[in-house]
């Protein structure tokens, strides 16, 4: 006879891991969550590495849709960068402009404010430029298995931004990153994130295994840009914010295509 109890405790984990994940959606990304769902925001950043691999997938599907129509190469890289920006509502490359926007500003009292304004001053506007046109140019120059590629830059840049979730202290009381400090991370809360991207380098070796030099790359370059990147940004503001946590992503993501595709050329 089964214990009630634990079935209980079995159904209340489900649920609660359940409500996680659809507050991970709903928050990352744009896709449709039913109303009927209970979300739970309290630790979410632990899933963002499985949103990333989601949203990589997504453009990914969207790149060899675009393949079998014909579309050429460059066309095809701008759309599908472009679907990542409609995915996530530009979430986090709104965060990076602001970022950039803050860091310009050579008084260190006044960053958080500017980073607070939602008007974009011209140094906000040419960092979304750049980003865009690296991670564009990149992407043209990758030839195979991009949707492979597509998954990890979206799942490293994301386990980068719990990195800095989890290392460096938040600067503002309030703001849209700082429930994610209501949460204490441990070490063992990378680990599934970790396993996940090195298992997608692990699978590029067994679709191709010339392709290793790649494989090491993705995993070897990807920790390490998403860990140096929010170091960096911690170094310049003594801290991150929400708009830093998304800066992180979407640099991680146009740094590591940029090493992929220096890599494959």
Known sequence: ?????WVRSLSTYFRTQGSGIAAAIAFYTCLPVPISWTLEFRGIARLAPAIGLIIGGIMGVVDLGLQFLGVPVLTRSA?????EITVTGGLHLDGAMDTADGLAVGDPQRRLEVM?????????????????????????????YRWLVLMGIAGWGRWGQLIAIARYPYLKATGKGAFHKETIYS???????????LGLSGLQVILDPNRWILAVGMAGGGSAIAILTGAWFNYRLGGHTGDTYGAVVEWTEAFLLCLLSALEG
């Open 116 to 144: 607070a304004d939602s008007a974009t001053g011209a140094f906000g506007a040419m960092a979304a430029i750049a980003i865009v046109l690296l991670k564009t140019a990149a992407l043209n120059d990758l030839n195979d």
């Open 79 to 83: 759309i599908v960068i472009v679907t």
């Open 187 to 197: 070490p063992w809360h990378f680990l599934p994130g970790l396993f996940l991207l």
């Open 1 to 5: 006879m089964v214990d009630n109890k």
